[in-house]
């Protein structure tokens, strides 16, 4: 404009040792063809959801879940998931969409809260918070997206302007499901009668410590603030955007999670021209694994430059994270 990824296995084939030298020149020239293409990264968001965009024939919005679905050879697999709760890079869209049909059959209003997503099911709800500036809001998902790899949600312009990244672009957020409105339950359990459930609150919510009121940006052709701003009173949320307290976060490029310590360690020697490489373990339901992480990253263009380098060099699910 992806369900929640605490992990990723991938298996690592080491490279020929006469071809390694080959190959690392060969990354490292990528790597900074790529870094200096960063400035384009918002037009593509654009380009790419223009010929991915999915244009139903429905006269208004459904319920929707949706099919595993392929974009520039990535399968995603939509999916309802009651405890998705995942860190990464925001970006946002506007007037190329406004006025143009969701992947849900609803009416794009780049005024309105709403914003997009891969997997999750339209409509949804979720807390989007800026992990820079502490900023929150509840948006309704009712549109795919963004279809460019290290973005985790795509939200309208007018949400952008209130959590403070509609002049920047991109805003490191925190993302997380959160209750909807009964009529949204109703319709989940309807397209889902033998498996439905209600919508789960993944983790009571953090005390605010202020709330801000922001007035429309000057100049700024924007819907009326009551249209604007009633399907958050829908959810019994006050109008405006709450303010957490966040601490200071790093970036990182997660490049792949191992259960072999080996595999991980190949890995990182693989990718250690490219920065500082660490293995760290975790547990993930009682499996121990070893992730291996570049970083951390000051900004969101080297990261969008190296994620591309990794992905180039055959790890497609590697991924930004913000701790």
């Known amino acids: 404009m992806c369900a929640t990824h605490p992990s990723t296995e991938l298996s690592v084939e080491p490279s020929p040792w006469d071809l390694r030298g080959f ?31 999915e244009i139903p024939t429905e006269p208004g919005g459904v319920y929707k879940v949706g099919q595993p679905y392929q974009i520039n050879g990535i399968w995603y697999t ?11 890079i925001a970006s946002w869209y506007g007037r190329p969409f406004h006025g143009q049909r969701t992947a849900n059959g609803e009416i794009y209003d780049m005024n309105a809260l709403t914003a997009a997503h891969k997997t999750l099911p339209m409509p949804s709800y979720v807390r989007v918070t800026n992990l820079e500036n502490g900023r929150s809001l509840i948006l309704r998902l009712n549109d795919r997206g963004p279809f460019v790899n290290g973005r985790i949600i795509d939200v309208s312009y007018r949400a952008a302007q209130l959590l403070g990244f509609s002049e920047k672009g991109t805003a490191r957020t925190q993302v997380e499901i959160v209750d909807g409105p009964s009529e949204n339950l ?20 953090r005390p605010p ?31 405006g955007v709450l303010v957490f307290d966040v601490a200071p976060t790093d970036m990182f490029i997660q490049a792949g999670a191992f259960a072999v310590y080996d595999s991980a360690n190949k ?27 570049i970083g951390p990253i000051a900004s969101v263009a080297r990261a969008d430059a190296t994620l591309a380098v990794v992905i180039d060099q055959g790890h497609p699910e590697a991924r930004i994270v913000i701790e």
């Open 23 to 53: 190959v690392r020149f060969g990354a490292m020239a990528a790597f900074a063809l790529v870094l200096s293409a960063c400035a384009q990264t918002q037009l593509a968001v654009y380009a790419v959801k223009e010929i991915a965009r």
């Open 186 to 205: 109703i319709a989940a359990r309807a397209a889902n009668p033998a498996g439905g459930r209600d919508l789960e609150v993944a983790a009571a919510p």
């Open 78 to 88: 939509p999916a309802e998931d009651f405890a998705y709760d995942e860190t990464g």
């Open 209 to 239: 410590v202020a709330v801000d009121e922001l007035p429309p940006l000057a100049g700024v052709d924007l819907a009326p603030v009551d249209d604007g701003f009633q399907r958050v009173v829908g959810l019994g949320i006050e109008p």
């Open 267 to 293: 890995l990182r020697a693989e990718l250690a021209y490219l920065g500082q490489v660490e293995i760290s373990a975790i547990t993930v339901e009682g499996r121990q694994l070893y992730r291996v992480r």
